[in-house]
């Protein structure tokens, strides 16, 4: 792991908030589907980004790979640009929240 690895896996560790139990209980619900772009009507891109999160956190970090850790940079970029996005009042039920929690972080965390 290099410097860099570290700063993107601790980049990561803050981003995802959610435990991979939490987020593969959230990727089985018909609100976690109901979002994100979808080429051909089929999975989302941030679905399969919280599928692909969810094996990361069950991975022994020792044997994380070069893709794994470009995908916690993704991760962590899409958080941090979502954020920035919030929309005013309640977000509790909306795409907004849904769509970050596919991606493995709950702002009302």
Known sequence: ????????AAEF?????????ELERWLA????????????GGESAGHASGRRIVELL???KSSWTDQDYA???KVVG???RHLAQRPSGDVRESRWRYSLMNWGHDPLK
């Open 1 to 8: 792991m290099t410097g860099g690895d570290k700063d993107v």
């Open 13 to 21: 560790g803050q981003a995802v908030n959610m435990t991979a139990a």
């Open 29 to 40: 619900t018909e609100e976690s589907k109901s979002v994100g772009q979808k080429d051909d």
């Open 58 to 60: 069950t991975k022994r």
């Open 71 to 73: 995908h916690m940079a």
């Open 78 to 80: 899409y958080v941090h």
